[in-house]
C-alpha cells in the first residue's frame, strides 16, 4: 500500500499474532406470458402463498412476503407453451419457465406497484445463467441494474442490494451456462424486514472476463521457481508471527452501496504523505460521490473505504479517508465507471493497493463464507517482495522492496494456488479455512500488496455494524481469533504460475 507497512498484533500468553497491515434497455419485443392467477387481489397472493408455505417457515414468510408470486410476467421468450413465463411465480417448485436457447433473453414480472424491494431469489434448473443481471424499472420502459452476476453457479441464488422502488422487476440474461436457454423454477422478489444486510457480490462486480473469475486449469504450467517461491513463503510465515491472519477491522475495506438517487457530495484529497501537491485528475473524479450517510472507513492508519453503486455501474475506493467538519477526505484512491465491463483493475497509479487491484475484487464476503463457496481470486498480502521494479500481470506497479537482492522474493501481482490434487476435506481446518482451500485450489491467491504480516482480507463488519445490522463474522467464526482460523490450512501444497499468467 502507500504505506511501507502496518500490523496490529495480539498478545497472547505465548504468542504474538498480527494482522497484516447495466444495462438499462428496455426488453426487446417477444412474448408476454400473463398467468391466468394475475387478476388475484395482492391480500389474496399472501394468503395463497402462506397456504402453501410449510409451519416451520410460516413467520418468515409472513415477514417477507414473495411480491412476484401470482404477478403477470412478460418474457423475451419460452421454449414452449409448457414453459411460459408465468410458471417461475406460481409458487409451485416443479414447474418452470424456459427461454429459447439463445444467450440474450431475459423474463420481467410486473409487482403491480412501486414498491421498495432489495432481494431476489432465483432458483435455477439445470439451464442456468452464468452472466447475468437484475434489473428495476418503474415504467417498464427505462431499466436501471442494481445488481449483476459475472459468474453465476446455478441452483438457489440470493441477490440483495441497496432498497430501491420498483414495478417491474427483470432478470436479463448474458451469457448461458449450458446449450439449453434460461430456466428458472421461481423467480422470487422481496422487500427483507430491516432493511436487509449489505452485500458484496465479489464474484458480481467486473467483466465476465476478467481474471478475477478465470479458474485455473488443472493441467496449467507452473513457475519455474515455484518451488523457490513456496520455501520463501513458508520463511515468511515463520518470520512473521508464525501464522497467516484474515483482517477484519483494520486494514479491510467496507463496502457501502448507496442506491440510485441518493446525493452526492465533494471528497477532498488531503497531502496525508506530504507530497506539496494534489492529483487534480483525482479531483475530478471525487468531484460527486453518493456517500452514505452511515459510511465509515476501516480501523487502523489506512483508513480504507470502498464506495460502490450498482445503479450507476461506478467503484470509488479511498485510503486514508476521514471527515472534517463535515467534509469527506481522503489521501489516495481512484474511481472506476462502466465497473460491469471492468477487466478489474485501476487505471496505473489508481486506487489504494500497491498494485493497482481494487479491494472488492478479493475480499471474502461474509455471503461468500455463509453459502461455503468463494467464486473469485482471493488477494494476499505478503511481507517481504521482490523489488519495486519487478512485479506480474495483473499487477500494474508495485511497493516491493529487496535491496539486498535475496533470492526467491516473490513478486507483486504473481499467481498461486493450492494443489487442486490435495483433499482439503480429509485436513483438520476451521470451516471458514476449507472454504478458502477450496477457492484456492479452483482460482488461486494473487500478491495484491505489502503489509506487516501475510494477510487475507474479508469485507470489513463495518459495511453491516455502520447500518445498525450485527457483525456477521462473530457466528462465522464461532470464537476463534482471525489470526488462528487458517492454522492446519497446507501453505506448504502452494504452486506459483508462471510470470503474467492469464495476461491477455
Known sequence: MFKRFQFQA????SALAACGGGNSSSPQAGATDQLAASTISAQDNQAMELATTPVTTLASAVATPNLALYQPVSVSSAESSATGGGYAVDGQGSTRWSSQFSDSQWIAVDLGAATAINHVTLQWETAYGKSYALQTSTDNVNWRTVYSNGNGGGGTEEARFSATSARWVRMLGYQRATPWGYSLYELKVYNDA??????LPTDAIFAPGSFWYQPIPANVTLHANSAGYVADFLRQIRTYYGNVTINT???????????AGIASVKVTQWDCQHKGYLDSSLAQQWASVPVPSAATPSDGSDGEMT???PS???LWEFWQARKVSGQWQACWGGRMTNVAASSGIWPPGYGTTATGLPFIGGQITAEELKRGEIRHVIGIALVDLEKAGIYSWPANRSDGYNPGNAANRIPE????RLDPNLNVEAIAMHPVARIIARAAQKYGFVVWDKAGAISLRVQNPKSYTAL??????TALFNGTPNYALLNGFPWDKLQFLPKDYGKP
Open 249 to 259: 477491522t483494520a486494514y479491510a475495506s467496507p463496502v457501502f452501496q448507496p442506491p
Open 307 to 309: 464506495i460502490y453503486q
Open 413 to 416: 501481482g504473481s499467481r498461486f
Open 194 to 199: 430491516g432493511g436487509g444486510s449489505n452485500p
Open 312 to 314: 450507476s455501474n461506478t
Open 468 to 473: 445498525g445490522q450485527a457483525d456477521p463474522y
Open 10 to 13: 495480539v498478545l497472547l500468553s
